[in-house]
């Protein structure tokens, strides 16, 4: 027991002497004023407190009780404030554990009406980044930031700052930008990163890191660009993998003169473009239209003994695609296969893809045949790619036995695949079988889009069936879907065309209810149908609504009311006419030939 008496005393002996000759470093260290130093007594004056403390913390774990159970922390706790707290970490009188002091201080955050400050907070971050406990003191900092919210790294900077121990460790600032960046406080994470580099403190790289990669999978991609030169510039290590992500990035945007900024930037920062690097920039030129400069760059690849891969040429293929020189495109396709480099899946779809588009389905069909013997297996958007192809020359027949290939081979058709082979029936004057796959859609839930119902409301029109596209009609506004004009006025000039020129007003009323105003071949269809039944009162009437609602009419309308006034107008009117069909280009020569029959007409009344 004597022994244990001496112990005591020597420690606080040993502590009194280390609080005289430390005090004075605390309060005086420049940009750093910790919060007693003003305001409060000298830490040593409390020694007897802290040391009070630190005996019944040792005690709670050696006895294994709860530190709400020990009698001298319930006497003390009433009088405990947060600079106790701190001068308790910074001190540590009885050395106790990290693990120790971290239970103590949640202890007491569990104690209202105790309650820690920013700065017992802060100290505690500081002591917990010394001894390594980086998760711990990561979890302190994230619960300030999710605390304190966006634009607060400059006051949660300058609290640490400011209690920032002599010896401190510099892990505390990558701790710091983490906790901002996992919060997805972005712009505070490059403030913080910002104020680190400002103050002359080592940059922490793990966290720059984490904060590069989580800021290029945002838009714009622009800032990113930014903070990446910034960070090289401080020492972070160049990397090639991050210039590619950046370059995908301006490329998906369209930015094709930054993107270029970025692969020149590789070189000048000690690096070697990879054939990625290359593969990138080369993808975005040809997707923006530019051709001859992702040529270009293939054979500056070369040049620099850098082979052109599938992904090269694949790119290219695709740009050439584009703008519909296949002949170029199956020339650069067979250069790749003499390199002995072997087609993968979208290179052949891209290639049958154009060769669709263009019109030359039988090359496109070879194509797939080469693709199966190289045992590379379609997807969906291969098959996709052909089957619209085939639709749109009318071969239905081989497109139907394509959709059976695509089942049997355990591909599903998509709303993408119906929807094409219902437009290719359409089309093809087939309702019938256009309405067979309908239903086959609906029984594997497949809903409808509004292609769809567009492409069946054009059949029926076509097909002179009005009341069923009319059907069609309702079904898609009741699936939520709103028809655009040329929809409407399909059925408009259906219903008009079959002699109903009362249900074409009755549509022409439901459009203008919901807000659009209906264009001049809206109007020329409503007319047409006027004319056609001799109701040219009635016509002149809707070409005066026209006017008034800012409609301008055309050429094809005024046609149309100079071929009902020869249709129907008097013998005379017929005369006149009749010579002027298909010249009438505008409003007053309409004007002057309906003034000179009718003038005519009065002159033969009085003869």
């Given at each position: 027991?004597?022994?244990?008496?001496?112990?005591?005393?020597?420690?606080?002996?040993?502590?009194?002497?280390?609080?005289?000759?430390?005090?004075?470093?605390?309060?005086?260290?420049?940009?750093?004023?910790?919060?007693?130093?003003?305001?409060?007594?000298?830490?040593y004056q409390d020694h007897e407190l802290l040391?009070?403390?630190?005996?019944?913390?040792?005690?709670?774990?050696?006895?294994?009780?709860?530190?709400?159970?020990?009698?001298?922390?319930?006497?003390?706790?009433?009088?405990?404030?947060?600079?106790?707290?701190?001068?308790?970490?910074?001190?540590?009188?009885?050395?106790?554990?990290?693990?120790?002091?971290?239970?103590?201080?949640?202890?007491?955050?569990?104690?209202?009406?105790?309650?820690?400050?920013?700065?017992?907070?802060?100290?505690?971050?500081?002591?917990?980044?010394?001894?390594?406990?980086?998760?711990?003191?990561?979890?302190?900092?994230?619960?300030?930031?999710?605390?304190?919210?966006?634009?607060?790294?400059s006051s949660l900077f300058s609290s640490i700052?400011?209690?920032?121990?002599?010896?401190?460790?510099?892990?505390?600032?990558?701790?710091?930008?983490?906790?901002?960046?996992?919060?997805?406080?972005?712009?505070?994470?490059?403030?913080?990163?910002?104020?680190?580099?400002?103050?002359?403190?080592?940059?922490?790289?793990?966290?720059?890191?984490?904060?590069?990669?989580?800021?290029?999978?945002?838009?714009?991609?622009?800032?990113?660009?930014?903070?990446?030169?910034?960070?090289?510039?401080?020492?972070?290590?160049?990397?090639?993998?991050?210039?590619?992500?950046?370059?995908?990035?301006?490329?998906?945007?369209?930015?094709?003169?930054?993107?270029?900024?970025?692969?020149?930037?590789?070189?000048?920062?000690?690096?070697?473009?990879?054939?990625?690097?290359?593969?990138?920039?080369?993808?975005?030129?040809?997707?923006?239209?530019?051709?001859?400069?992702?040529?270009?760059?293939?054979?500056?690849?070369?040049?620099?003994?850098?082979?052109?891969?599938?992904?090269?040429?694949?790119?290219?293929?695709?740009?050439?695609?584009?703008?519909?020189?296949?002949?170029?495109?199956?020339?650069?396709?067979?250069?790749?296969?003499?390199?002995?480099?072997?087609?993968?899946?979208?290179?052949?779809?891209?290639?049958?893809?154009?060769?669709?588009?263009?019109?030359?389905?039988?090359?496109?069909?070879?194509?797939?045949?080469?693709?199966?013997?190289?045992?590379?297996?379609?997807?969906?958007?291969?098959?996709?790619?052909?089957?619209?192809?085939?639709?749109?020359?009318?071969?239905?027949?081989?497109?139907?036995?394509?959709?059976?290939?695509?089942?049997?081979?355990?591909?599903?058709?998509?709303?993408?695949?119906?929807?094409?082979?219902?437009?290719?029936?359409?089309?093809?004057?087939?309702?019938?079988?256009?309405?067979?796959?309908?239903?086959?859609?609906?029984?594997?839930?497949?809903?409808?889009?509004?292609?769809?119902?567009?492409?069946?409301?054009?059949?029926?029109?076509?097909?002179?069936?009005?009341?069923?596209?009319?059907?069609?009609?309702?079904?898609?506004?009741?699936?939520?879907?709103?028809?655009?004009?040329?929809?409407?006025?399909?059925?408009?000039?259906?219903?008009?065309?079959?002699?109903?020129?009362?249900?074409?007003?009755?549509?022409?009323?439901?459009?203008?209810?919901?807000?659009?105003?209906?264009?001049?071949?809206?109007?020329?269809?409503?007319?047409?149908?006027?004319?056609?039944?001799?109701?040219?009162?009635?016509?002149?009437?809707?070409?005066?609504?026209?006017?008034?609602?800012?409609?301008?009419?055309?050429?094809?309308?005024?046609?149309?009311?100079?071929?009902?006034?020869?249709?129907?107008?008097?013998?005379v009117d017929f005369n006149i006419f009749n010579?002027?069909?298909?010249?009438?280009?505008?409003?007053?020569?309409?004007?002057?030939?309906?003034?000179?029959?009718?003038?005519?007409?009065?002159?033969?009344?009085?003869?």
């Amino acid at each position: 027991m004597g022994t244990a008496l001496k112990l005591k005393f020597k420690l606080r002996k040993t502590f009194l002497h280390y609080l005289h000759s430390h005090s004075l470093n605390f309060c005086t260290r420049p940009h750093q004023k910790l919060p007693f130093c003003s305001r409060s007594p000298s830490p040593y004056q409390d020694h007897e407190l802290l040391c009070a403390i630190s005996e019944a913390i040792q005690n709670s774990e050696t006895k294994h009780i709860h530190f709400s159970q020990n009698p001298t922390l319930r006497r003390i706790l009433p009088s405990l404030t947060p600079r106790h707290v701190t001068n308790l970490i910074n001190l540590n009188p009885l050395s106790l554990s990290p693990s120790s002091l971290l239970s103590f201080f949640h202890w007491l955050a569990s104690r209202p009406p105790f309650r820690h400050t920013l700065h017992s907070f802060c100290t505690m971050v500081h002591f917990l980044c010394s001894h390594r406990m980086l998760p711990q003191a990561h979890s302190l900092l994230s619960f300030l930031v999710s605390r304190k919210g966006t634009n607060s790294a400059s006051s949660l900077f300058s609290s640490i700052l400011q209690t920032m121990p002599p010896r401190h460790s510099p892990l505390v600032f990558d701790a710091l930008i983490s906790a901002y960046v996992e919060s997805g406080f972005i712009p505070d994470a490059v403030q913080c990163f910002r104020l680190v580099v400002n103050n002359n403190f080592p940059v922490p790289l793990p966290a720059s890191g984490n904060l590069l990669h989580r800021m290029m999978k945002l838009k714009p991609v622009k800032p990113s660009w930014e903070f990446y030169l910034e960070v090289l510039d401080c020492g972070y290590p160049p990397k090639v993998y991050l210039f590619n992500v950046l370059m995908h990035g301006f490329c998906k945007v369209g930015d094709l003169r930054t993107a270029r900024l970025v692969f020149d930037e590789i070189p000048k920062r000690g690096l070697r473009p990879t054939v990625v690097s290359f593969n990138t920039l080369i993808g975005g030129y040809c997707k923006s239209g530019n051709v001859e400069e992702g040529f270009r760059l293939k054979s500056v690849m070369e040049s620099e003994r850098i082979c052109p891969d599938v992904f090269t040429f694949s790119a290219l293929i695709n740009g050439l695609c584009k703008e519909g020189r296949l002949d170029e495109a199956n020339r650069l396709f067979d250069e790749m296969c003499s390199r002995g480099l072997v087609p993968n899946g979208v290179t052949f779809t891209t290639l049958i893809d154009g060769q669709c588009k263009g019109g030359k389905v039988d090359l496109a069909l070879k194509n797939f045949q080469m693709m199966l013997a190289e045992g590379i297996r379609p997807d969906l958007v291969t098959y996709n790619v052909l089957i619209n192809g085939l639709c749109k020359v009318g071969d239905l027949k081989e497109a139907r036995r394509l959709v059976n290939e695509m089942g049997a081979g355990g591909l599903k058709p998509d709303k993408i695949t119906f929807t094409t082979l219902i437009d290719g029936c359409c089309k093809d004057g087939d309702m019938e079988s256009a309405l067979e796959i309908k239903k086959r859609m609906v029984e594997e839930g497949i809903e409808l889009d509004d292609v769809a119902f567009t492409a069946l409301i054009s059949g029926f029109c076509r097909d002179g069936r009005v009341h069923d596209a009319e059907r069609m009609l309702r079904d898609m506004l009741s699936a939520g879907f709103k028809p655009d004009d040329p929809t409407y006025t399909m059925v408009v000039d259906c219903f008009c065309k079959k002699g109903d020129v009362k249900m074409g007003f009755d549509l022409l009323k439901e459009m203008q209810s919901d807000g659009r105003v209906p264009g001049v071949v809206t109007y020329n269809a409503l007319m047409n149908g006027l004319c056609k039944q001799g109701q040219m009162k009635n016509a002149k009437m809707l070409l005066d609504a026209m006017l008034n609602l800012g409609v301008v009419p055309n050429d094809i309308t005024y046609n149309i009311l100079l071929d009902g006034h020869c249709k129907h107008g008097s013998s005379v009117d017929f005369n006149i006419f009749n010579s002027e069909t298909g010249l009438v280009t505008d409003f007053a020569s309409y004007t002057a030939l309906v003034n000179e029959s009718s003038k005519t007409s009065k002159d033969h009344l009085k003869r």
